[in-house]
């Protein structure tokens, strides 16, 4: 369709994250890695999860769907990257890039509002103990899985029909990797100023949301622990509570310098670089930081693996 010097519901071209790369191909090697063991490690995790019942309480609960967002938000958008790099056709339709750019809102969403309600968890956990089993029971597991699938979902169904609907003018390059929000609008001829207003503001209150519970818990959390008089007792919570909180910090900072800074700190060249930090290593470093080096998984991994026999033998060396 087209009207006057626009048109729409035709091809874009993503220009990549090789663009302007001296050594692609090795860039592309280091991608393609971090994507394969993204995959394995929380598929593993899932697994894990699943089939070990000393696994199946409410934090590995809620770290399992965490895993499944990870595995759902790179396979968004890093095999069309790659497969572009191979095939050097960097084409991607209207609808294709419409169907990305919602599953990318989407979770990326849900993510932002499970960090934030599995504090609640660790809070519980830490500060009323005695009655975990009732606040943290499977209805309330499977509401707040919910919630997180709902708040992400609107998020998605908001922000991509108006995302969609404006015009793009002229050249159809995006100059990012994957169909994201800021990139798109660099293309639409129409003032879209009100719509990044409106934008700035859900973006803020979706992330100030999730912050404020979470800081709210970590603050109750850390008053608890340090009144703590058994050692083990608070080292235990602190390792836990810092594995969460350095993937919150992680993926919320990497958040609110794509959708909060002003454009004058934005260069393409940032943003992508960004963008690659909490749409690639976020999901490798989620399972690797938040579960993997916990002694419950790693015990229930050397039992899958049928390595419990032989445990004290490499723990000797």
Known sequence: MEWGNYSMYTDFILLGLFSNTRFPWLLFALILLVFVISIASNTVMILLIHTDARLHTPMYFLLSQLSVMDILYISTIVPKMLVDQVTSQRAISFAGCTAQHF????????EFFLLG?????RYVAICNPLRYPVLMSRRVCLL??????????????LLTPVTMQFP???????????????ALLKLSC???????????????????????VISASYTRILLTVYRMSEAEGRRKAVATCSSHMVVVSLFYGAA???????????TPEKDKAVSAFYTILTPLLNPLIYSLRNKDVTTALQKALGWGLCSGRVAAF
């Open 168 to 182: 793009f003018c002229g050249s159809r390059e995006i100059d990012h990797f994957f169909c994201e929000v800021p």
């Open 144 to 157: 707040i899985v919910a919630a997180a699938w709902l708040g992400g979902s609107v998020d998605g169904f």
């Open 256 to 266: 609110m310098y794509t959708y909060v800074l002003p454009h004058s700190y934005h």
């Open 117 to 121: 309600l599995m504090s609640y968890d």
């Open 190 to 212: 129409s003032d879209t100023s009100a719509y990044e207003t409106a934008m700035y503001v859900c973006c803020i209150l979706m992330l100030l949301i999730p912050f404020s």
């Open 103 to 110: 599953l990318y809102l989407t979770l990326a969403g849900a």
